[in-house]
């Protein structure tokens, strides 16, 4: 999951609401792919989604006497299990008086589609010294684990294959 979606309320910090937009979209975000489904595939139909393929995580923090710097942690979400993977991922900064509040909806998407939605940061598959043997390296996110990530992803190439065949009439 990764933050799309953001309605800024409020934003008096130095920081233009569009950067602001894409630095929460770049959040890694814990995944829970038994809950949630792709947009496309739910029948709410709401731009927004509905509570099957979107979260709603809320920002409203205000610098009162000193700066103040604005985390990750700080996000509030609807759903306790669909938070960001580390509470301490710097936002903003705000200086004393100024505030920033908006709403954020995450929803499920693919990696080809942005990098925000990529569940790996690198993967690496090498020949080990045995032949048709090989190792498979792979660096998670932290949205999922790597083995779900593996999981996942042969999953994914079954369905197209499958589909890939019945196309070609070889199923």
């Given amino acids: 999951m990764a933050i799309d979606e953001v309605v800024i309320l409020e934003n008096s910090s130095v920081m233009y609401d569009e950067l602001l937009a894409h630095r ?6 814990k995944t829970d792919l038994e809950r949630y489904i792709l947009p ?21 923090a205000q610098a009162r ?13 609807e759903d306790k299990e669909i938070v960001p993977i580390a509470d301490k991922i710097p936002i903003v900064k705000l200086a004393p008086g100024q505030k920033v509040k908006l709403e954020a909806y995450a929803k499920l998407g ?3 589609d942005h990098a925000k939605w990529q569940p790996v940061s690198a993967s690496v598959l090498t020949e080990t010294n045995k032949e048709n043997e ?3 390296y792979i660096e998670s996110v932290g949205s999922l684990s790597a083995s779900t990530i593996l ?21």
């Fill in 65 to 77: 006497d000193k700066v103040l710097t604005v985390y990750s942690g700080n996000l509030v979400s």
């Fill in 151 to 171: 999981a996942k992803a042969a999953e994914i190439l079954h369905s197209k294959l499958e589909d890939f065949a019945t196309a070609r009439g070889l199923a």
């Fill in 110 to 112: 693919r990696g080809k």
């Fill in 24 to 29: 929460l979209g770049l959040l890694p975000l």
């Fill in 134 to 136: 090989f190792d498979l």
């Fill in 40 to 60: 496309e595939q739910c029948d709410c139909r709401n731009p927004l989604g509905c509570s099957k393929c979107r979260v709603l995580l809320v920002l409203d």
